[in-house]
């Protein structure tokens, strides 16, 4: 189904709920289902397009990933499915299936904003991507979807400057792997330290080409809303006035919302849904300014299925100009610390960066 008129497109396919993990498992198939039965029991789900999906190519995946790697998934899941990292990546027989139209929804999201038919797309997808190395699956992800959507904005449309801005709770270490190395694609990340998977350092800058393209922002458990928003306004929006990006892909995971804590070990961020609206606006701010009618989001993390639904809400309610939704579930117990607190981080990624 189609709707006109919208400046927003919507990628969905229902073959990502038979990607099924074992019970109990944090990445289970409510998870997408959770956040489609928000957006149809919402405006929103009338006011977007609804864009078909074609699954990827072995050969779009190998822009990122080794043969190896695809070899590992499609195998494991053509005998029966497992267990394909060590623990907590799983994979069941339609799991290959899946991973192709995750990887392929982010692609047509990007090629949406880029044929000019849209001015922003969200892919609402599973598996996730972003621990996905280019050498292996890690943390619930098979393949890479934003890394494979941003190398095919290089590759297919020629792009030289692509920004991909991670606001999930854990450091996409698979993303920052695929382009530590190229200055085409600058990768930015907030992200809760220390915490799995124990990468993510602010002097983790990139090496040759990609010197400087590689912005880390680890953040203390507690720091909230102020804290993630500051993040973007102190570092990473002179970080992209410097870089001017062409194109701007959010890796856009809600698992720093405060509900998230009793999903995932380790975790306490203390964000709202209306912290999401903030961060997601900011985005739109940084696209409208660099590159009007280019924005992209790609599901990542988000465990809590009520404040991972209304968060993906109050992104698309930011990128189609709409006011925040009101926050149903609320602030966390015990508050967030002060954004203060964090001036000295502030203070040491600005001299690692030269800002």
């Known amino acids: 189904m189609s709707v006109p008129s919208s400046t927003l497109g919507l990628l969905y396919d229902p073959i990502l709920l038979e990607h099924v993990t074992p019970r109990g498992h944090p990445e ?10 928000g957006l149809k029991n919402s405006p929103i789900w009338n006011q977007v397009a609804h864009l078909p999906v074609t699954p990827a190519t072995c050969e779009q995946l190998r822009l990122v990933h080794t043969e190896a790697h695809l070899r590992l998934i499609e195998e494991t899941c053509a005998s029966g499915g497992g267990f394909v990292d060590g623990g907590d990546t799983y994979v069941c027989p339609r799991s290959w ?47 890479n979807n934003a890394a494979i959507a941003a190398a095919h904005a290089v590759a297919a449309h020629h792009l030289e400057r692509v920004l991909i801005v991670d606001f999930d709770v854990h450091h996409g270490n698979g993303t920052q792997d695929a382009f530590y190395n190229d200055a085409r694609v600058l990768y930015f990340s907030t992200h809760q330290s220390p915490a799995y998977p124990h990468t993510g350092g602010a002097l983790d800058v990139g090496e040759g080409n990609g010197v400087g393209f590689n912005v880390n922002v680890p953040l203390p458990a507690h720091v909230g809303d102020d804290g993630f928003l500051a993040a973007f306004d102190e570092i990473l929006m002179p970080i992209a ?3 001017h990006p062409q194109l ?6 809600y698992d720093a919302h ?3 804590s009793k999903y995932v070990q380790g975790i306490d961020e ?14 739109r ?23 991972l639904a209304l968060g993906v809400q109050q992104t698309l309610s930011s990128w189609l100009g709409q006011p925040p939704l009101d926050d149903t579930i609320g602030t966390p117990p015990g508050g967030a610390d002060s954004a ?11 001299g690692i960066h030269g800002l």
């Open 97 to 143: 299936l899946a991973a192709l139209t995750a990887a392929g929804a982010a692609i047509g999201a990007v090629d949406a904003v880029l044929h000019g038919e849209f001015s922003r797309a969200f892919a609402v997808v599973r598996p996730p991507g972003h621990h996905a190395t280019p050498l292996g699956p890690m943390g619930f992800c098979l393949f």
């Open 28 to 37: 289970r198939p409510e998870r997408v289902q959770a956040v489609i039965d």
């Open 258 to 260: 405060w509900r998230n």
């Open 241 to 243: 006035d410097r870089f």
């Open 285 to 307: 701010e940084i696209s409208d300014k660099h590159c009007p009618r280019r924005l992209v989001g790609i599901l990542e993390g988000g465990y809590d299925l009520e404040s």
């Open 270 to 283: 203390r964000m709202t849904t209306t912290g999401f609206y903030a961060l997601s606006d900011r985005l």
């Open 340 to 350: 203060e607190t964090l001036e000295r981080l502030w203070v040491k990624l600005r």
């Open 248 to 253: 701007v892909i959010a890796s856009a995971g």
